[in-house]
Each structure stands twice: as structure tokens, then as C-alpha cells.
């Protein structure tokens, strides 16, 4: 490998994989990861913000990208993802470190130009025996052999067929471009918020689908008649690096899983429904207009989001919650009823100025004791979204990313939202 720094993308959708490769590449001066991107669509922005200074040199890709629940990476992954990089960097390598084993996969991948892989485990000496080779211009398929034959056909469909899908696309493009510059508002209100937020979901939907349904190429796999994979010998070591000097209590950084990502489509998907209360008791928010009350809750939403990263600047420590809890809720209802009447809202009655938001305010210790001191599990839902700590449920505790942790999470969400509100 040469003297010259090699910049490099890390494209993989586990945040504790790509913690500890990027640690072990710490240690060799002429390697620096320059960004990462747990998405098709963040890997995409990645590079397009880098792409002046032309600060990437190599992009290494976990193939087998988690299940397409996140609007933001649903439309790319996979083999799709490879051929946008190669339609748009050409001259950027690509190198495959993936847990994907299988051989038409591989192949395809290596079809579209891919050029090198290495499976997830093993040494890092391999690894950087591939980055060097692939920089250097020459591929690292040496465990592959017996592949099956594989064709890619670019240009498989008429020219009227390509230009009528490739319209529709920029169409696409277009209109995200709209919401995007719309959400970008800093005077947009919360209602308009949610408005162009669930627009901007639509769309990339949509455009999923319509790559689903109009293939903009076709790869043509023909079986080998052996088996298509030379055994993997087994690896030296495996990749086990320890993350950097930290405390394990200490807060995971933003959206270092797409876990929280989907919860927070869940969330807005459901303050953009008929917000009915289904439950049979009455609820103090069920007087309002359903615009009003989707705004209600959405701004608590956005205030325990937004309280959430406060606490996870902080470095706040687990074994702290307990003793701040009480302070946050408090900040959370005060910061809410502020945000929605207005700090300096005014009421004129019987020539009387009422200062609503005073009052409001001035009855925190009766809200404290009826509602907030009420409201459960509060402090395993901060460990959840702050460490990732798992959720006990009927005696039973389930780590942080399976669905029943992510079910209760939303559950518990949805319930202090409610409860402030």
C-alpha cells in the first residue's frame, strides 16, 4: 500500500461493526475512515458532500443492508446500491466485506463491477491486503471461484422504455427536492411539519416501488454445475476490536440504529392518523379540534426527542436516570405548554389580563401528582433509547433491537406522549 492516506466509506448498517472496523483502522496512519453511512441514501449524500474534495478512495459495503423498514434507506441496498455507485463513481472501488454467502449474489455483484470481497470475520490483514490491491486498480475475489455465469444487461430495454422510466424518476427527484427545501424552513409550524414529513415518506415509497416495478437493467444468472463457492478457510482471528475508551453507560451516539428511526416513523405515522381515543376514558386533549390535538402531541413528541439528545450531549450516565427523572418529565411538560399557547399568551376577561402560561404552569404540583408521578416505566424507556439497555416484559428481558423491546418502547413512547399532552 502506498504512503499516500487512503480515504475511505464505511457503508454497513451495524453501528457496533463499523465502531469497532473503524478503531482497528486507527492504527495503520496511511488508512482514515472519512465518513459512514448506515443507508443506501446517507452513503449517496455521503459522497456527494466529499465529492469536491475528492476525499473518498475507496467505499467499503455491508451488501446484505438490514430490512428495507426505514423510509430513509428502503429504495437502496444490495445489488441496487452497487450499480448506482458504479452509474455515478465510476472510478470509485468498491470492496464488498459482507455477511451475504451467497454465489449468484457474489457474482452478480462482481458483474456490476464490484471489485473485491472479503466475508465478515475475518483478519484485518485480509482486509487490508484487499483495500491495497483494489486501490492499486486489481480485484480480491480470491476465494470465489467456479462462479455462476453471469450476464448484465444494461441496455436490455428499448430506448422509448428508458427514457419514459428515467422522466418518471426525475419527477421523483423534483418533488423530494420541493419537501426537502420545505422541511428546511426554520418558521415551519409543527402541523406543516408533520404535513411535509408524511409527503416526503410518500414519495420515497412511491419511487421504491416504481424501481421494483420498472428494473432499469437486468442480470441474467446462469447456474455452474459445481458447487459455486470454494469452502472459506477459516479465519486467523476475527474482527473483535474494542470500542475506544468509554464508558458502556455512557449514551450511544445519534442514530447509531435505524431501530430509532423506524420507531420515529411509527410515531409520526400515527400522530398523522384520526388520533381516536379508543381507550373509553376520557382524556383532557379529546376537547380539542383533531388539528390541534395531532399538533399537541406531535410537538411533545418533538420536545422529548429533542430532550432525549440533550441528555445524550450530556454524557449522562445510567445510573443517573433515576435521580433526574422528575426533572426531565417537568421540563418536558413545561417546555410543551410554552411551545403550544406561546410563552406570552394573554388572556382579557372582565378587564383582567390572565397570563395563561403562568397559570398553567403554576399548577405543576398538582399535574405532578396526579399524571407525571403516574406515568410508568419511564427510566427503562430512557435506558432503551439512551444505552440500548433491554426491556423486561412479563419477567422476560429482550434485548434492545428485538421486536418485543421495540413494541414496548413504542408502547411506553406513546403513552408519556399521551400523558403530558
Request: net charge negative; hydrophobic share 45%; with cysteine.
Amino acid at each position: 500500500m502506498s504512503d499516500r492516506i487512503t480515504h475511505i466509506l464505511l457503508i454497513d448498517d451495524d453501528p457496533v461493526f463499523r465502531l469497532g472496523l473503524t478503531t482497528a483502522l486507527q492504527a495503520f496512519e496511511e488508512l482514515l475512515v472519512v465518513a459512514e453511512a448506515d443507508t443506501g441514501t446517507e452513503a449517496l449524500s455521503r459522497l456527494a458532500a466529499l465529492e469536491a474534495t475528492n476525499s473518498v478512495d475507496v467505499a467499503i459495503l455491508e451488501l446484505a443492508l438490514g430490512p428495507p423498514n426505514s423510509s430513509e434507506g428502503i429504495a437502496l441496498s444490495g445489488l441496487p446500491l452497487c450499480q448506482r455507485l458504479q452509474q455515478e463513481y465510476p472510478n470509485l472501488p468498491i470492496l464488498l466485506l459482507t455477511r451475504e454467502s451467497k454465489p449468484t449474489v457474489l457474482a452478480a455483484a462482481q458483474a456490476l463491477g464490484v471489485n473485491g470481497y472479503c466475508p465478515k470475520g475475518v483478519a484485518i490483514a485480509t482486509i487490508l491486503e484487499a483495500i491495497g490491491q483494489i486501490i492499486e486498480g486489481q480485484s480480491y475475489w480470491q476465494t470465489l471461484s467456479n462462479l455462476p455465469t453471469i450476464s448484465y444487461k444494461g441496455a436490455g430495454f428499448a430506448p422509448w422504455y428508458q427514457q419514459w422510466r428515467n422522466s418518471g424518476f426525475q419527477q421523483f427527484e423534483a418533488a423530494l427536492a420541493q419537501v426537502n427545501s420545505q422541511l428546511q424552513n426554520p418558521r415551519l409550524s409543527n402541523w406543516d411539519w408533520l404535513f411535509w414529513t408524511g409527503r416526503r415518506r410518500e414519495l420515497l415509497v412511491a419511487r421504491w416501488l416504481a424501481d421494483q416495478l420498472l428494473p432499469a437493467s437486468i442480470i441474467l444468472v446462469e447456474p455452474s454445475r459445481e458447487s459455486s463457492l470454494v469452502p472459506m478457510p477459516k479465519p486467523e482471528s476475527s474482527l473483535t476490536v474494542a470500542p475506544r475508551a468509554q464508558s458502556q453507560l455512557s449514551p450511544k451516539a445519534p442514530l447509531v440504529d435505524r431501530t430509532f428511526e423506524r420507531t420515529f416513523e411509527r410515531t409520526m405515522v400515527k400522530l398523522q392518523s384520526g388520533l381516536s381515543n379508543l381507550s373509553g376514558v376520557p382524556l383532557e386533549i379529546d376537547i380539542l379540534q383533531v388539528e390541534k390535538r395531532a399538533e399537541l402531541l406531535g410537538l411533545v413528541f418533538q420536545t422529548f426527542e429533542a430532550l432525549v439528545e440533550d441528555l445524550r450531549l450530556s454524557e449522562v450516565k445510567l445510573e443517573h436516570l433515576p435521580q433526574k427523572q422528575q426533572l426531565i418529565l417537568k421540563d418536558l411538560w413545561e417546555a410543551s405548554i410554552t411551545d403550544f399557547f406561546g410563552k406570552y399568551y394573554t388572556l382579557y376577561t372582565d378587564n383582567t389580563q390572565l397570563e395563561v402560561v403562568t397559570i398553567l404552569l403554576g399548577n405543576y404540583p398538582i399535574v405532578k401528582k396526579e399524571i407525571i408521578d403516574k406515568i410508568p416505566l419511564v427510566i427503562d424507556l430512557l435506558a432503551h433509547r439512551l444505552f440500548e439497555k433491554s426491556l423486561v416484559i412479563d419477567n422476560v428481558s429482550y434485548p434492545a433491537q428485538t421486536p418485543e423491546a421495540i413494541q414496548r418502547s413504542e408502547f411506553l413512547l406513546d403513552n408519556l406522549i399521551i400523558q403530558i399532552a
